[in-house]
């Protein structure tokens, strides 16, 4: 890709858009912000990103098709991810000791007041996927006011429980006796209630993710060429966003191993979960249970056909659609 190509994808000829691309200070700490959108009147949505350190700011010009013409997107690499890691590799081991999720909701709210110098709206709308769900039902819950509304993506519930039950749901289609079948296992026995990233705890997690997709999904969509091709990281970038290192994010994980969404399913604003029929990290049944039991104004749930974790990305159309039908029933139910 040319500069003049790369130049297309990074300032699009729209008068009315903007296209920004800071590292605001952001609760003590230099954090890399995109801000995207064809039409700075469209609502403003405040994505947070999975992982954790799993950014998705070099790929925004794939994940985004189709948000943009509707919405103005901030991606934001959180602390030690991405390009705020390289902002700050310097502090890295300093920030690595960070990352409660007091410290991501005063993130959240710096990020908040640096939008409103460069953005006019009133609220913003929450989008969390994966980890980042974590996040933004949390900060949702504790800052309402600044909140339209609470879309969540494949929703955290509690990782222990996640990872346990998708291992049940792999049992029962896996090979009897197979190396499959043995490597799950090996998971199962003796999983902590606390998991620790140690390297005997890791080497046990590395088939996790692989096993899943090869017997949960026909249809999840792997973003790594598109992640090799961005050109808007380098090469150092790529490698940090596609392998983060769990010693630059021990605090966030530790936040993520000890979460658990069950503990508060009281919310001022609407809310909506999203997910993929074919879901492999956050199982379907967790959510749904949750679902069932939320206090909110407004709920709505939608499942995504042909899709798995990354249901945004698998199949796009479907989530649009789900998408803008839950933000038209916050409008017509008068939240603002």
Known sequence: MNKVQKNKILYPDNKNGIYMYEYPEINGVKQYIQIRGADRKNPLILFIHGGPGAVV???????????EDRFTVVNWDQRNAGKTYFANKSRAGEIAKTGTIDDFIKDVDDIIKYLHIVYDFEKIIIMGFSWGTAIGAEYAKSRPENVLCCISVGQLVNYHDGVLTICKTILEKVPKDSKDEQRIKAIMDGFPDVPLWTPEFM????????????YLTRHARANYTAVIKSPFMNFREKIVSSFPKTKLLEKSLETMATYDFRENLNFEVPVQFIFGEEETICPADLITECFERIN?????????????????YDNPEAFNDALEKFLLSVKNKGFS
Request: hydrophobic residues 50%; positive net charge; charged residues 20%.
């Open 296 to 312: 909110a104004p407004l709920k709505e749930v939608a499942i995504i056909p042909k899709a798995s974790h990354g249901c945004f």
């Open 57 to 67: 700011s070099g790929i925004f010009h794939v994940m985004q098709e189709g948000w």
């Open 203 to 214: 080497k046990r997690m590395r088939f996790f993710n692989p096993i899943a997709l090869k």
